[in-house]
């Protein structure tokens, strides 16, 4: 019964990787992000609050808008997933496919499967150690 429900938590989490395809981490459809030593680093509710490891308030994911701790705008992402900081400016772009490109086009990770949205915290806005 553990073996099984450790295969299942296993197959839950989509998997975060760097530009070398490294993992870095990954992101359970429960929300929980986990950094590459597995270890939690945060969570990601349904309704849009992100924590960190200690439960505390970190940012909030807003529609398209990403805001941090205090509230203010930190950026946002779009449904075709460009992701633009708080002036507005293209600062990346995360594919369908899941990979995740810099404003100069250069592939600095892949995140297969996970929203678009969660892995701009990652790959963008930095809210989580990774």
């Keep these: 019964m553990l073996i099984a429900l450790g295969v299942a938590l296993s197959v839950d989490a989509q998997t975060l990787r760097n530009s070398s395809n490294s993992t870095i981490g990954s992101i359970s459809s429960s929300g929980d992000v986990r950094n590459s030593s597995n270890s939690l ?6 309704n849009g609050d992100v924590r960190d490891a200690s439960n505390r308030l ?3 994911i807003d529609g398209s808008t990403i805001r941090n701790a205090s509230n203010s ?5 779009e449904s075709d997933g460009t992701v633009r900081n708080s002036s507005n400016s293209t ?5 369908d496919d899941g990979t995740v490109r810099n404003a100069s086009n250069a592939t600095i990770g892949y995140a297969r499967g996970v929203p678009k949205k969660q892995a ?11």
Excluded at 73 to 77: E, K, L, P, Q, S
Excluded at 91 to 95: A, E, V
């Design 41 to 46: 680093v945060g969570k990601i509710s349904s």
């Design 58 to 60: 970190i940012g909030k």
């Design 120 to 130: 701009a915290l990652v790959f963008f806005f930095n809210l989580f150690n990774m």
């Design 73 to 77: 705008t930190i950026g946002y992402v």
């Design 91 to 95: 600062i990346g772009k995360i594919s």
